[in-house]
């Protein structure tokens, strides 16, 4: 396309000049374009959503995955950097400099104002229906998992992105009300005007149906928020799709799997044996998913960060070129499940339930292979602890056991001290520092 590299080239300048969070750049060569024209032009939009792809899958992927999984134990610290071992000892000694919540918050600020920046400007130009569908959906998608994955993290977040700094925080009923509304109008607008062969050649890429991707987040989104029979439609609407693609974030030797550098290509971080479960939630014998997700012993983590026995990493972690799904389909089941028993539906929840523990199938090869659940059926208590256990196993290193861990045991009680055993070590992480610094409307940090 012409001059698209040039766009790709002044995108990468936007991302790393912080001025989709606020900070102002001239650009003095009179060669290159201005960012209005590069927001106003049709081929300059289609490079910043590129640019939101790779910066989202290489960089605030990794904050999404790795400090709720070092809170909620999927991951032991084998490093003495400051920044891990603070989340893994977590309780009330995780400060507010600690760049362990500061690289989530800033990395999901900017990626969100890069989605921002897209929607903007695909309303304001001239576009084809099917283009500019496209580029809001898109965008709107990427705004909600930023927004999503904020609001699992922190009490509450700006739902949109201030040049002065000083956005207003919204709280978790408006953050998620927020994503709903994004994705149920990028849904509605596709189905408007179908994504325009434009848009699709020049921004998305072979393994990504944004369709069925929307749908997946508005499933999690609609559980979290308590609307259960939304969240089951959502859900239905990927399950039953007559597409079989499975969205997934790629890499290459330039833009690598960011847990594999983490993890297998660094002495930082390791996987937790039995995912980090303890007691009752151990995997069974046989579950197919440890040896998808799990290697050989690993030795121990850092005796002052739990000491926790360790194994190596496998699954979608195992090489730096191993694509990570964008959401697991055993999700969709699994929202279904958790959906229909706090309806009290208990039947239809164990028959989702079971469709996750006997799947040989999956499309991306999260197969436990199990027998049918035999608890006992009657219990809708029995059955979420189920439903929670099989989250933890099937969606490791998703990024959703924080906010797993929260929903279904709202009563644990945190330790204000270092517990490194604990399911999780704090209930939300204090606001950072540099955030304070700079916005006045910056809440009080919750307790713990």
């Not at 809001?136 to 992105?161: D, R, S, T």
């Not at 906010?403 to 604990?422: A, G, Q």
Request: hydrophobic share 40%; with cysteine; proline share 5%.
């Amino acid at each position: 396309m012409k001059n698209l590299n040039i766009y790709k080239f002044i995108i990468v300048l936007l991302i790393s000049s912080c001025l989709f969070t606020g900070c102002e750049t001239e650009f003095e060569n009179p060669n290159n374009p201005t960012e209005e024209v590069v927001l106003g032009t049709k081929e300059g939009l289609f490079a910043l959503s590129i640019g939101i792809r790779q910066y989202y899958s290489t960089t605030a992927l990794r904050q999404v995955i790795e400090a709720p999984g070092i809170t909620t134990r999927e991951l032991g610290v084998t490093n003495t950097f400051l920044n891990i071992n603070e989340l893994a000892k977590g309780g009330a000694e995780l400060p507010s400099e600690s760049g362990g919540i500061t690289n989530p918050w800033v990395s999901l600020l900017r990626a969100k104002g890069m989605a921002e920046s897209l929607i903007e400007g695909a309303n304001d130009i001239e576009l084809a229906n099917g283009t500019r569908s496209g580029l809001i959906a898109y965008g709107n998608l990427f705004k909600a998992m930023c927004l999503g994955n904020m609001i699992q993290m922190f009490e509450q977040v700006p739902i949109n992105n201030q040049i002065d700094g000083a956005a207003p925080f919204s709280d978790r009923t408006a953050v998620l009300a927020e994503c709903i509304s994004l994705l149920k109008e990028a849904r509605d607008g596709m189905s408007a005007a179908p994504l325009s062969d434009d848009f699709k050649s020049s921004v998305l890429w072979a393994d990504m149906d944004l369709e069925k991707t929307v749908n997946a987040f508005l499933s999690r989104y609609q559980l979290i928020a308590g609307n259960y029979t939304e969240a089951i439609a959502a859900a239905d609407a990927v399950i039953n799709s007559s597409s079989s693609i499975s969205s997934m974030w790629i890499y290459d030797a330039n833009n690598q799997n960011p847990i594999w550098n983490r993890t297998v290509n660094s002495n930082d971080l390791n996987p937790q044996s039995n995912f980090g479960l303890l007691g009752t939630y151990i995997p069974e014998a046989g579950d197919g998913r440890t040896n998808f997700y799990l290697g050989a012993d690993a030795g121990n983590a850092n005796a002052d960060a739990g000491g926790q026995p360790l194994s190596e990493m496998l699954g979608f972690f195992a090489s730096s070129t191993t694509p990570i799904p964008v959401y697991l389909p055993g999700e969709m089941m699994l929202n279904k499940a958790e959906a229909y028993a706090r309806q009290n539906l208990l039947t239809d929840a164990v028959t989702q339930l079971n469709l996750v523990r006997q799947k040989s199938n999956d499309p991306v090869g999260v197969n436990a292979n199990l027998a049918a659940w035999s608890g006992n059926s009657a219990s809708q208590s029995d059955i979420l602890e189920e439903i929670y256990k099989n989250r933890s196993i099937e969606m490791f290193l998703s990024g959703m056991r924080f906010e797993d861990s929260r929903r279904f045991h709202p009563n644990f009680v945190v330790p204000t001290e270092t517990n490194t055993t604990n399911e999780r070590n704090r209930n939300f992480y204090p606001y950072p520092f540099t955030e304070r610094e700079n916005n006045p409307n910056t809440p009080a940090d919750p307790a713990i």
